[in-house]
């Protein structure tokens, strides 16, 4: 699904689509799906070098975590204003949420920050 969405959002068809609220919602979305995996905690907590060798550029293996990260470089390639402004928008709900989740007691309320992060991270050069 998200290689559809880039390849849309590349050919500038329903451009109208990525703005408003919709725009903000698919940036949470992104956010929430690229939340590190329960295997991923449990090989990075046995080994904190294989984190850094799969959040290396050059190592990336395709997964959804990485199409995400694509596809919000490619909508900033082609709507950079929008984008940066969706994105507030969902790291504005990202912190909403991460503190109640943790007021809460959840034990995970960490993930969705930690995604929204390495999210912007990998797409620093056009922020």
């Known amino acids: 699904m998200l290689d559809f969405v880039s390849r849309i959002a590349r050919s500038g068809r329903a451009r109208d689509w990525f703005d408003g609220e919709n725009f903000s919602n698919l940036v ?6 690229a939340q590190m995996t ?23 293996s395709y997964s959804v975590r990485v199409a995400g990260f694509d596809l919000l470089g490619v909508l900033l390639e082609r709507n950079t ?22 007021e809460s007691g959840s034990q995970d309320w960490y993930n969705i920050p930690c995604a929204s992060t390495a999210a912007l991270k990998a797409n620093e050069r056009m922020l």
């Open 38 to 60: 329960q295997s991923d905690e449990e090989e990075w907590a046995d080994n904190a070098n294989a984190f850094v060798a799969q959040e290396a550029d050059d190592s990336f």
């Open 28 to 33: 949470n979305l992104v956010f929430s799906w």
């Open 81 to 102: 204003i929008p984008t940066i402004k969706a994105f507030q928008v969902a790291i504005e709900h990202v912190i909403t949420q991460a503190q109640q989740q943790r």
